[in-house]
């Protein structure tokens, strides 16, 4: 039967001091070095292993990865890096911490643009100091100016499909570490979760979920390995 585990990256910078996060580039605290670490100790305890990993181009998702991978010993596994696993581009609220944010446009607006299905966030300015269109890793695509969890579904799951799920149908055994908007987007795919349900969702950092799949890759069983 075919395994999949994801994890949240661990407590980054802001987590922490509570902004809108999205693309830009934050590292993990040390309490989100602490999870990475942990995870990885109770995969190892709980006997998974894996023989490939997939993770995206932010240094909090791949640090995770990384931690967890050396707990388990296993940093030599196989690891692609891709945009499409990034986190949800939060556009113009990037950066802001998210109860000024609030107080200045109203508690329902945020709400709306944080957690609606379709509904994207005011788009990034262009010049902006969190404007990643000359990063260099982003150099062969067009980075979005703002994204809604809609937007980050219609990345995400051609990735998987085309990346993922044939791993998985020839029976490797597949860890991601990425990030709470994209892995909604497979844990709404996976377990067929409705629209309206999916943005309630919570997903805390640092814990694995493990999919037990059957043979057309649905879900037989989403458990997060803590709760066993």
Known sequence: MP??????????AWNLENRFTGWWDVDLTMQGVEEAREAGRLM??????????????????IKTLNLAL?????????TEKDWRLNERHYGGLTGLD????????????????????????????????FDLSKDRRYADIQVPATESLKDTIARVLPY????????????????ISAHGNSLRALVKHL?????DEITGLEI????????????QLNAVERYYLHER
């Open 70 to 78: 050396e707990a388990m010993g296993r940093l030599w596994l196989p």
């Open 191 to 195: 377990s067929n979760i409705p629209d």
């Open 3 to 12: 395994q999949l585990v994801l994890i949240r990256h661990g407590q980054s």
């Open 98 to 129: 998210k109860a000024e944010t609030a107080a200045r446009h109203g508690d329902e607006q945020v709400k709306v643009w944080r957690r609606s299905f379709d509904v994207p966030p005011p788009p990034m300015d262009a010049g902006s100091d």
């Open 160 to 175: 998987f499909n085309e990346r993922i799920a044939p791993e998985l149908n020839a029976g490797q055994r597949v860890l």
């Open 44 to 61: 190892k305890e709980k006997g998974l292993d894996f023989d490939l990993t997939f993770t995206s181009l932010q240094t909090r998702a």
């Open 204 to 215: 805390p950092t640092g814990k694995p979920i493990v999919y037990e799949l059957d043979d």
